[in-house]
């Protein structure tokens, strides 16, 4: 039986039912409490339109099963999840698993596998929400962050265990089909927002190599698009002047390591890492995408029914639109914002409101 692909406009005038295939992976901690939250809304949304419908499968990939069987994911299960249009994530991260054995385990065994190599983190002050910024209400930024190599590599090594000349080297590698593919998805993306600017931030006074070969294919590429304003912030720099200058940005393009810590800056600089949502895109479609709040397992608060969901329900917005859903996703969003507007807000936003 052949999927419907969201690029099949015709489907939706001929009336024919749009499914989505949708493979659910709600991990650890409050992961399965969100994620579960965020199927809710899919099944609103579809009830609303009779053309569209989801079809889930749920998988118990988690530490829980990583203790139990020794695997987060079963033998075959990459090749079974392949075959679905999208994946819907929660977190993954527990006490009984090192972390960097639960991230490799799970999130990043797809990550690279699917070579999710653009990873798309929009941040931006939700009405109803308070930033920590006086001028928060500027921020409205996407972070694109390089999400198969640099210094997420995996290559590494340790030496001389437990010795006192125990060594352990990680070694970032960025190649240039790497960065260029990153920068193109960059400039790509910029052209199509209002302000047509993109920030390339690396730090290429003190890493020579890697990132001057980034700096280089920017500059490079930026011939091809004239109309994308762009300037160049070295990474210690550019988080000032996200504090200091939030107008002044728009799209950042930045390496794994550094897109993931300044992500995490914007998301707290918007409110609450509970409210940010991300897209780990195979923008080839070669492999399906995998959306997720940035958040992770948030042990502390798990269990409690407390946790903010509006992070997993953005994603969803940028699920939609990755699948065509261009209508539902803007409905989508319009809702998240009326409920933030009303202030129904988790504790971490100030509020006394349940997941
Ligand atoms: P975290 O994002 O889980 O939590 C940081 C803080 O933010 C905590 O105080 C937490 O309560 C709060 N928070 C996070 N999401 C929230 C939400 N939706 N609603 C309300 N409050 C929220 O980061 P942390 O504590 O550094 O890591 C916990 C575990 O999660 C670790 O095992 C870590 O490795 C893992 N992790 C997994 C990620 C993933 O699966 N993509 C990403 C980040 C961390
Ligand atoms: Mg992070």
């Known amino acids: 039986m052949s999927i419907p692909k969201a690029s099949d406009k015709t489907l939706d005038r001929s009336g024919v039912r749009r499914e989505h295939r949708l493979a659910v992976i709600g991990g650890d901690g409050i992961g399965p409490e969100v994620v579960e939250a965020g199927v809710e809304v899919l099944e609103a949304l579809s009830r609303a339109r009779p053309a569209l419908g989801f079809a889930l499968t749920r998988y118990d990939w988690s530490s829980e099963r990583r203790l139990r069987t020794g695997r987060y994911i079963p033998e075959g299960g990459l090749a079974e999840l392949k075959s679905f249009d999208a994946i819907l994530f929660g977190a993954v991260g527990s006490r009984e698993v090192p972390d960097h054995e639960s991230l490799w385990g799970l999130r990043l065994a797809i990550v690279q596998s699917f070579d999710q190599y653009a990873n798309v983190r929009p941040a931006r002050v939700l009405p109803g929400v308070e930033s920590p910024l006086s001028a928060g209400a500027a921020i409205d930024w996407v972070i694109v962050r390089e999400n198969a190599e640099g210094e997420y590599a995996g290559h590494g090594g340790r030496a001389h265990r437990g010795l006192p000349i125990e060594v352990g080297t990680e070694t970032a590698v960025f190649t240039r089909a790497g960065v260029e593919r990153i920068h193109r998805f960059a400039f790509e993306l910029a052209r199509q927002r209002p302000k047509k600017r993109l920030?390339?931030?690396?730090?290429?006074?003190?890493?020579?190599?890697?990132?001057?070969?980034?700096?280089?294919?920017?500059?490079?590429?930026?011939?091809?698009?004239?109309?994308?304003?762009?300037?160049?912030e070295l990474v210690d720099a550019v988080t000032a002047r996200m504090v200091k200058r939030p107008e002044s940005l728009d799209v950042l393009v930045a390496t794994n390591l550094h897109a993931d810590i300044l992500s995490d800056l914007a998301a707290a600089l918007s409110g609450s890492l509970g409210v940010a949502p991300t897209a780990n895109l195979n923008p080839e479609r070669a492999f399906p995408s995998l959306f997720e709040p940035i958040h992770g397992s948030a042990l502390d608060i798990a269990g409690q029914g407390i946790a903010n969901p509006i992070g997993t329900f953005w994603t969803l917005v940028l699920l939609l639109e990755h699948l065509g859903e261009t209508e539902a996703a803007a409905a989508l969003m319009r809702a998240i914002e009326r409920v933030t507007e009303a202030r129904v807000h988790t504790p971490d936003l100030g509020g006394t409101a349940t997941t």
Not at 206 to 221: I, Q, S
């Open 199 to 232: 920030t390339l931030v690396t730090k290429s006074n003190a890493l020579r190599f890697g990132m001057v070969l980034w700096d280089e294919v920017f500059h490079e590429l930026a011939a091809q698009y004239p109309d994308v304003r762009t300037d160049r």
